[in-house]
């Protein structure tokens, strides 16, 4: 357990250290110094040794951090020592695409049930996992001890679905619906949100323009003598 209280920068860093943790161990290097991983993962060694600090450190002066420990460690501090089921509401273009990914099993990820209520989409399976009808999803989270539910349904129906699988037990919601659900505090809501991201990318691109055009007006006035 980990008393102190981490920030949410340092917790959305880890993922990443864990995958190129991943990387390392498949590649069979057992060791590797903050300088290196932080060379590999572009962010500064003192940063990476603050991150993992937070956590009891880890690494050895002069040796630095052993991959497979560092790595378990990370997965346990991200709770992937467990495993989670998942359902997916919205049996649609994205619920299909997310239903179709592998890898979310090799984290510990299970997707144990899809349900729509398009009744054309019924009875299909996806994986192996098998689209269900919403009357069923009572039921099915009651006896499947199902933790997350993956939202991918249209934006107005959204809300009231979500109350619903809480109610019904459901304890975290991945949502994927471009709307806030205002859910009880003790819910984990992780909103994923490709737009934004999207956005994210298009002002960078914006101020990158910026930044080169401001240098080329510059060496433009030195070069007239301005
Ligand atoms: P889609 O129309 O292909 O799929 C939606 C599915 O939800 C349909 O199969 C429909 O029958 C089902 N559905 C409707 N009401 C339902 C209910 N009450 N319970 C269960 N299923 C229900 O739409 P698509 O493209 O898959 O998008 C789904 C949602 O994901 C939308 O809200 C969209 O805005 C959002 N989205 C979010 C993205 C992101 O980056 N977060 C990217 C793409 C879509």
């Known amino acids: 357990m980990y008393e102190k209280t981490i920030s949410s920068a340092v917790i959305k860093r880890l993922p990443r250290y864990y995958r190129y943790l991943g990387e390392l161990l498949e590649n069979d290097v057992v060791r590797i110094s903050s300088k290196e991983l932080s060379e590999k993962m572009q962010v500064t060694a003192s940063q990476i040794r603050q991150d993992l600090n937070n956590f009891g450190g ?3 002066q002069g040796y630095g951090y052993n991959v497979e420990y560092l790595y378990t460690e990370i997965g346990k501090i991200l709770g992937l020592d467990q495993k989670y089921n998942i359902i997916i509401i919205g049996a649609g273009n ?9 890898d979310f099993e090799r984290r510990g990820f299970y997707i144990k049930g899809i349900f729509d209520v398009n009744p054309r989409l019924i009875g299909m399976s996806i994986r192996g996992v098998e689209i269900r009808l919403v009357d069923e999803l009572e039921r ?4 499947n001890n199902v933790q997350i539910a993956a939202l991918t349904i249209p934006k107005t129906k959204a809300p009231e679905v ?7 037990g459901v304890r975290a919601i991945w949502n994927f619906v471009p709307t806030d659900l205002n859910l009880p505090n003790d819910i984990m809501v992780e909103n994923v949100h490709l737009t934004e991201s999207l956005m994210r990318l298009s002002y960078n691109l914006k101020a990158k323009d910026e930044a080169e055009a401001k240098k080329r007006a510059e060496a433009v006035r030195e070069e007239s003598g301005v």
Not at 94 to 102: D, F, I, K, P, S
Not at 140 to 143: A, M
Not at 162 to 168: G, M, T
């Open 58 to 60: 880890f690494g050895q």
């Open 94 to 102: 994205l619920g299909q695409a997310l239903a179709n990914y592998t």
């Open 140 to 143: 099915f989270i009651k006896e």
């Open 162 to 168: 979500a109350a619903d699988l809480v109610r019904w």
